[in-house]
C-alpha cells in the first residue's frame, strides 16, 4: 500500500486578501481537547465567544454568534433565512462578491435588482437611495469591503434611509470586520456576516454573524421546529414560508445557541476554540489600536510600491486599507512573477479575478500578516522578481520608503 508522508506544510508569508497568516496562539487553541457540545464548561466558551463578538461587530444585538461553514455560510444562512420567495432585494454590486450576493438572493426566489458600478469605484450613497426610491425593496444587500477590486463602500448613511424606509439592510463585512470600523449600532445595520480567515487571522470555517430584531421578527415567522425535537401539542407549519435550508436556518441555529440549546448541527469545537481566542487576541489588542495598526502597514507598502514605480488600480478614495491593488506592469506577465515570489522567498499575494484577471495584483495587510518585517519582506522580495522579469522599477527604494514611514512613526 502507498505511504504518504508526514504533513510539513511550508512556512509561508500570506500577503492575500485571505486566507493569511495565523496566530500561534489560535493554532495552540485547536490543539485542545474536545468537550461535548452540551457541557458547561463548551457552552460556556459558546457563550463567552457571544459576548466578544457583540464587541467586534459594535452592537448590543442579542445575536451574535458564529455560522459553521466559511463566510458564504453565514452569507447564505442571513440570506435564506431573511428573503421569502418573491421579495424585492436591492443589490448595489461594485465587484465580484456583490454579484456572489446576487446568486443566493436569486436561489432564494427573490426578485432581484441590482445597480453596478464600474469596478474599482464605489457609489455614492445618495445612488443607492435613489435605487431604493425607484425599487420600493424589501431588502438592500451589499459588499462593505470589495475584496476583488480592494475598494470600500461607505454604509453610515444607507443604515437611516433604510430604517425610514422600512428596509432591512444586510452587509457582508466579510473582509473588513477586525480591521476596519464596522459600527453595527450606529450605523442601523440590520445584519453583518464577518469572515475569520481574513483580519481576525483564524482559519477559514466558521462565519460570525449578528443580526437584530427586526430580522429576527422576520426569522422567526417562518420558524418550524425539527421533527424528532417538537412536542406533540406544536404546529408543524411555519405561519410564514418554511425556511428552505435546515443547515442554515437561523431560526434553528438561534435556539441552539441560546440557553435553550436546542439541538441542531454538532458545534465544530476546534473551530470554537480558534475564534474565542482569535477574538480575546483582537479585544486584547484593541479595536481602535488594531484599526491604527491595520493602516500604519498600508501606508508602508503603499509608499513602498509608490517608490519602486508601480501604478495603483482603482478610485484613491475609497481604497480599502487592508487590501492594495496594483497594476501588473505592461509586459510583465503576472503569474510568473506570483509563481518566483512563492518559490524563491515563500510569499503568496493574490491574482484577480474576471475582468480584472491578469490585470491586477491585490495584497492584503490583514491581521497577524499585517505586519512591519511581511511588509518590507514583500517590498524588497517584489523588486527583486521584477528585476529579475525585466521591469522597469526604481531599484533601492521601496524598502526606504517604507522605512521613512515606520521612522515617522517613532
Ligand atoms: C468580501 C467577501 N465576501 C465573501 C467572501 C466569501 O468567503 P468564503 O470564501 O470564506 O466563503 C469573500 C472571500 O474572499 C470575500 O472577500
Not at 470589495?146 to 470600500?152: C, N, Q
Not at 442554515?248 to 440557553?259: K, M
Not at 501604478?311 to 509563481?339: H, L, N, Q, W
Request: one cysteine or more; glycine letters at 8%.
Amino acid at each position: 500500500m502507498k505511504t504518504y508522508g508526514d504533513l510539513s506544510p511550508s512556512p509561508r508569508t500570506i500577503m492575500t486578501p485571505g486566507p493569511v497568516e495565523v496566530d500561534p496562539r489560535v493554532l495552540r487553541a485547536m490543539s485542545f481537547p474536545i468537550l461535548g457540545q452540551f457541557d458547561p464548561e463548551f457552552t460556556g466558551l459558546m457563550n463567552e465567544t457571544m459576548e466578544m463578538l457583540r464587541h467586534l461587530f459594535q452592537t448590543h444585538n442579542q445575536w451574535a454568534y458564529p455560522v459553521d461553514g466559511t463566510s458564504r455560510s453565514g452569507i447564505e444562512a442571513v440570506l435564506t433565512s431573511v428573503i421569502e420567495p418573491g421579495d424585492k432585494v436591492l443589490i448595489p454590486i461594485y465587484g465580484r462578491f456583490g454579484y456572489l450576493l446576487w446568486e443566493i438572493a436569486e436561489r432564494c426566489g427573490a426578485e432581484v435588482v441590482t445597480i453596478e458600478k464600474e469596478w474599482g469605484q464605489v457609489f455614492d450613497p445618495r445612488e443607492i437611495i435613489e435605487a431604493m426610491d425607484r425599487e420600493h425593496p424589501a431588502i438592500v444587500a451589499i459588499v462593505h469591503g470589495e475584496t476583488s477590486t480592494g475598494r470600500i463602500q461607505p454604509l453610515s448613511e444607507l443604515g437611516a434611509a433604510c430604517r425610514e424606509r422600512d428596509i432591512l439592510l444586510i452587509v457582508d463585512a466579510v473582509a473588513t470586520i477586525g480591521g476596519v470600523e464596522v459600527k453595527t449600532d450606529e450605523w442601523m445595520l440590520d445584519a453583518v456576516i464577518g469572515g475569520t480567515q481574513k483580519c481576525l487571522s483564524v482559519p477559514s470555517g466558521m462565519s460570525p454573524i449578528t443580526y437584530n430584531d427586526r430580522i429576527e421578527a422576520k426569522v422567526l415567522r417562518r420558524k418550524k421546529i425539527e421533527r424528532g425535537l417538537r412536542d406533540k401539542s406544536a404546529s408543524p407549519a411555519a405561519p410564514g414560508r418554511t425556511i428552505q435550508s435546515n443547515y442554515l436556518d437561523l431560526s434553528q441555529l438561534q435556539d441552539y445557541w441560546s440557553p435553550a440549546r436546542l439541538n441542531h448541527h454538532t458545534e465544530a469545537t476546534s473551530m470554537l476554540y480558534a475564534l474565542r481566542e482569535g477574538l480575546r487576541i483582537a479585544l486584547l489588542e484593541g479595536l481602535e489600536p488594531r484599526f491604527r495598526r491595520h493602516l500604519l502597514h498600508e501606508r508602508a507598502l503603499v509608499a513602498g510600491l509608490a517608490a519602486m514605480g508601480l501604478d495603483f488600480y482603482g478610485d484613491p478614495d475609497c481604497k480599502m486599507p487592508v487590501v492594495t491593488c496594483i497594476e501588473i506592469p505592461a509586459g510583465i506577465d503576472g503569474e510568473s512573477v506570483r509563481s518566483m515570489l512563492l518559490e524563491q522567498f515563500g510569499i503568496e499575494i493574490a491574482s484577480s479575478f474576471g475582468p480584472l484577471k491578469g490585470k491586477i495584483w491585490r495584497i492584503g495587510t490583514m491581521g497577524y500578516s499585517c505586519n512591519k518585517k511581511n511588509v518590507l519582506h514583500l517590498l524588497g522580495a517584489l523588486e527583486a522578481v521584477l528585476i529579475r522579469h525585466r521591469a522597469d522599477v526604481h531599484a533601492g527604494s521601496a524598502v526606504q520608503a517604507a522605512l521613512d514611514v515606520y521612522a515617522d512613526q517613532l
